[in-house]
């Protein structure tokens, strides 16, 4: 992504505070290095700003691991951790597909439909994500 200055903008991992009270880490921001413009990935905005409102407009003090809620984060956290530096991204990528698939089959074993929605909801966002993830990393 290329910044409003003209240069290239770097693809981090961020802390984002919301109304001084929620410290949210693991965001992905643009951000340039040159005049220290930065944009949350349009990807991942509304899920943050959804987050955002579900938290209300006067939230407890709390911190959020993005990562946690957010497949795109989580992908992106696991590319930069040490631990995968030997993965390809369709490995990582697989990994957490695999993941989730068994979560999922323990989800359904046990007839809880909320965790079934929800991981079902984290497959589509890999779906979506993995698409722009080998256009990063490629």
């Given at each position: 992504m290329q910044c409003r200055?003209?240069?290239p903008m770097n693809l981090m991992l961020r802390t984002v505070l919301f109304a001084n009270k929620v410290t949210v880490h693991c965001v992905p921001v643009f951000s340039c290095q040159e005049c220290h413009y930065s944009q949350i990935h349009r990807e991942v905005k509304l899920h943050l700003?959804?987050?955002m409102k579900q938290l209300g407009a006067n939230p407890k003090k709390q911190t959020i691991y993005f990562q946690d809620v957010n497949e795109l984060a989580?992908?992106?956290?696991?590319a930069s951790d040490p631990?995968?530096?030997?993965n390809t991204v369709n490995e990582i990528i697989h990994l957490r597909i695999n993941e989730l698939q068994d979560l999922l089959?323990?989800?359904?074993?046990?007839?809880d439909e909320?965790?079934?929605d929800e991981l079902h909801d984290r497959l589509d966002q890999i779906s979506d994500y993995s698409r722009i993830l080998h256009e990063w990393y490629h």
């Open positions: 200055c003209g240069l700003s959804n987050m989580k992908l992106l956290f696991r631990e995968f530096d030997n089959l323990l989800a359904e074993s046990i007839n909320a965790w079934v």
